[in-house]
């Protein structure tokens, strides 16, 4: 076999020993379950994003709060993430208002919405922060299991050096290779993990930005006009 084809990648890995290997192993894994992660959270935060556009469209386009309630609460309807805190916030307020005695309840009213839109908005980040935390556990820990793999690996090269006559560049430059081929692979699987949980994080609290401004909006609005629906 000639040294080329001796420090290719694929012999690299193939001629690793066992340790080595089952470190590339998990690192694969790990690279393509986050990667996985990575495209289902892209879709998540692009739909829930074109969804609030959608929404606050009609709310602010001068929409009837009766109808806007009627179409969230359809349960043969998918609604936003926005829609359906605007949704439990009416919902409660309604509630209460039909059981209000006099218009002095009207303070305990506006807390119930307030109450009930924060609980669904705890829901909504929940669920849009879901896996996060795995893509944050892959990019810090990715690159010290492949550390691990490479101190594994050297320590084996130079143990078999032991073996030799004559130690030389050439005999145990493979070894030292197939090693370093552990930390590459770990950070190709931390690095796409970094840069998405920043970019994912950053969206997540743009949209978080909104969903707070829509419900101090919105009870302002519930606020104001005493007999809306």
Request: proline share 3%.
């Amino acid at each position: 076999m000639t040294p080329t084809a001796d420090l290719s990648i694929l012999s690299l890995i193939t001629q690793a020993t066992l340790v080595v290997q089952i470190v590339m192993l998990l690192l694969a894994f790990l690279s393509i379950a986050s990667w996985t992660a990575i495209f289902q959270k892209q879709f998540s935060i692009k739909r829930a994003k074109r969804e609030t556009n959608d929404f606050e469209k009609q709310f602010w386009g001068g929409a009837d709060l009766s109808r806007l309630y009627e179409i969230a609460s359809n349960p043969r309807r998918k609604a936003g993430a926005e829609e359906r805190i605007f949704e439990a916030g009416m919902s409660e307020y309604l509630k209460l208002r039909a059981r209000a005695a006099t218009s002095e309840d009207r303070p305990a009213m506006l807390d119930g919405a307030r109450r009930a839109m924060r609980a669904a908005y705890q829901r909504e980040m929940d669920a849009l922060e879901a896996r996060l935390n795995f893509l944050a556990s892959v990019g810090s820990v990715s690159p010290y299991i492949g550390l691990f793999g490479t101190v594994w690996g050297i320590m084996h090269a130079f143990t078999g050096l032991s073996n030799l006559q004559q130690a030389n560049l050439a005999s145990v430059a493979p070894g030292i290779a197939e090693a370093l081929v552990a930390t590459a692979i770990g950070l190709f699987a931390a690095i796409p993990a970094v840069v998405a949980y920043n970019r994912f994080a950053n969206d997540i609290d743009r949209l978080a930005n909104r969903f707070e401004s829509f419900m101090e909006e919105f009870l302002n609005i519930l606020q104001r006009h005493k007999h809306s629906t």
